[in-house]
């Protein structure tokens, strides 16, 4: 089943209302919380780094509303 991979981004986002992009930032975010809850003294650029961002930046950039 040859699908391209702009196809296979349009069906998702047809079935879920959001892009692939902004499911993978709501994961991030949501994985961001779950491990403050249990390490609030862990720094942004830890945090940032334990969800998959490349850096605090595009962390802090991604408008979570996380406060590490």
Sequence with gaps: ACVSTRH????????TGVSVVAYQQQLRIARAQEILVHNPMLSQERLAQ???FAS???FDGCGSGVVA
Excluded at 8 to 15: D, G, I, M, Q, T
């Design 8 to 15: 296979l981004s349009r069906l998702f986002a047809l079935h």
């Design 50 to 52: 334990a969800c998959g």
């Design 56 to 58: 605090a930046r595009d």
